[in-house]
């Protein structure tokens, strides 16, 4: 009962909810004047924007095919998995904007928050680390069981939380990222067996700066860390030939809510917004359960430290999702 309450204060105390979200999700209310809400003591959806998807027969419907599976395993990435209806959509748009402003009450939690990250004066990538502390969209959607049960067939195991990412192209003069594998920038966690979720919040296409993904290179070398939001060609340009001749990107042009995955080797980029429309994304960050700290520092701006050779766990990194373990609970549950 204690604990009911305090779940219900903490849910009131969300900044940032419209009428309308209130409306989809028939539970929260807001009062004026609260303070600031940290969603990351919450390990549980805390609105109903998402399905819950409790049963094995409900989360039947969001397992990816044995092609789809075998497709990640051959080319390292795989595009097109519907996350988000367009009402989530709306409600996350809703939420991104309010984020945008960097007077937003909850700018404190994010982990790194650029209003401009990229290095070209001309151009502008908003990116921000930790929008699940922040609003209840971008919080229930690591819950979201078609994000989840994706997640856990491509990482063949329980699904933890790493980090949230925004990236964000305003029209006109939306910035590039530049080509890069992921784990260049997270040799701070070990083994690698990490995954991506990107999931458009526009439609992205060729013109507006979708992601480009080079098939098969999750099986190249680890390659230098370039600057994220720097020279697009800092890495294809320092390339071996071997590789440089492998180098042939497809554009992974998505309608919004769909997503991509991609594995942490794969190289990935994606080129500038020119068009009078913003191209607006939202990204997980997750490992297989099992993955260990390996620096004795804080791996986020803020979080405790979590000593080099320990699991990583505790309030910022929760697991979301164990099969295995709801099969153990109920062997008659089948799938994941
Ligand atoms: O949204 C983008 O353009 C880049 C995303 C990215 O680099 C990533 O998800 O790792």
Redesign the pocket.
């Known amino acids: 009962m204690v604990r009911m309450v305090r779940f219900c204060l903490a849910v009131r105390n969300v900044p940032g909810v419209s009428e309308r979200d209130r409306e989809i999700r028939g539970e929260l209310r807001v009062e004026e004047g609260d303070a600031m809400n940290d969603l990351s003591r919450y390990h549980q959806p805390v609105g109903k924007l998402f399905a819950r998807a409790i049963a094995a027969e409900d989360r039947e419907k969001y397992r990816l095919s044995e092609e789809q599976v075998e497709f990640f395993r051959e080319n390292g990435y795989l595009k097109g998995v519907r996350i988000l209806s367009d009402e989530q959509v709306d409600v996350l748009r809703g939420e991104l904007e309010k984020l945008m402003d960097p007077g937003h009450v909850g700018r404190e939690l994010f982990h790194e928050y650029h209003s401009n990250e990229s290095t070209d004066s001309n151009r502008v990538v908003f990116h921000a680390l930790g929008a699940w502390r922040v609003m209840p969209g971008f919080h229930d959607l690591l819950w979201n069981p078609a994000f989840l049960v994706p997640a856990s067939q491509l990482l063949g195991g329980a699904v933890r939380f790493w980090h949230d990412?925004l990236?964000c192209k305003p029209a006109r003069h939306g910035g590039v990222?530049a080509w890069?594998q992921?784990y260049s920038y997270w040799t701070r966690t070990t083994p690698l067996a990490h995954l991506?979720c990107?999931i458009g919040l526009d439609d992205s296409t060729r013109e507006n700066?979708c992601?480009n993904y080079v098939p098969g290179s999750h099986k190249w070398p680890d390659l230098p860390k370039p600057v994220l939001t720097g020279e697009m060609d800092a890495i294809r340009d320092s390339l071996p030939n071997e590789l440089r001749e492998k180098f042939a990107p497809v554009a992974i042009e998505l309608k919004k809510g769909e997503s991509a995955f991609h594995h942490a080797r794969t190289m990935?980029g994606?080129g500038a917004n020119d068009t009078p429309k913003p191209r607006r994304?939202t990204?997980i960050n997750v490992f297989r359960d099992g993955v260990m700290s390996n620096a004795d520092e804080p791996l986020l701006a803020g979080v405790p430290v979590i000593p080099r050779g320990n699991a990583m766990g505790g309030q910022f990194f929760p697991l979301l999702f164990d099969a295995a373990a709801i099969r153990k609970a109920d062997p008659s549950l089948r799938s994941g």
Do not use: I, K, M, R
Request: net charge negative.
């Open positions: 990412q990236f990222v890069h992921d991506t990107w700066g992601l990935h994606s994304a990204v």
